[in-house]
């Protein structure tokens, strides 16, 4: 049977967020979180807009009752827990919830290239490798990923490393190639 009051309140949402109207959608969704405790689009749908709004905490405290709540299962709600807290700099929270994620699916590449990140600002270098290396298989396009990579061996004096890297990077991406001999003074 359809919920025609539910179907009405995600109707407003989306009317309001077609005018740009953020503020107004957030108290819509806590106006249905009322009437629908731990709905998953609604907690979705503030977490996000709590995130674009810069209210991160309680983007932040959405994340927790998604990733903690009956929808533990999903993997894209534990890395955008994950990204939230590495971008508030609670690391090993990160860290935490992006291996969770990773346990749930590990094909996730832009989780692979989170904990990277996170394992890099921890210093544990050996396993941000792994981590970026399984970003890089995923996601073999992707600069990003190939660029952590090539600093990472840099700033370990891996030379010949990082300079495969930047002749890989030059087959498809000259500009970041270029960016990281400008970075790193090797010349390709």
């Known amino acids: ?57 309680l983007s932040l405290e959405d994340y927790r009752a998604l990733t903690y709540g009956k929808n533990s299962t999903n993997a894209a709600h534990w890395f955008n827990q994950g990204f939230l807290q590495e971008q508030m700099g609670f690391l090993e929270q990160a860290e935490l919830s992006f291996k969770h994620s990773l346990k749930l699916d590990d094909s996730l590449d832009r989780c692979w290239y989170g904990l990277g ?19 890089t298989e995923l996601q073999p396009m992707s600069p990003y990923g190939w660029y952590q990579l090539a600093r990472i061996h840099m700033d370990r004096s891996e030379t010949e490393e990082a300079t495969r890297i930047i002749r890989h990077l030059k087959g498809f991406e000259p500009k970041i190639a270029t960016q990281l001999e400008f970075e790193t003074g090797i010349k390709v």
């Open 1 to 57: 049977m359809i919920d025609w009051k539910y179907s009405f309140l995600k109707l407003q949402l989306i009317a309001l967020l077609l005018i740009n109207r953020r503020a107004a959608a957030v108290s819509l969704l806590d106006r249905m979180l009322i009437i629908y405790p731990n709905d998953t689009y609604a907690l979705f749908s503030r977490a996000h807009l709590h995130s674009q709004l810069n209210n991160n905490l």
């Open 117 to 135: 990140l996170v394992l890099i600002q921890l210093k544990r270098f050996e396993e941000a490798i792994v981590a970026l290396r399984r970003n």
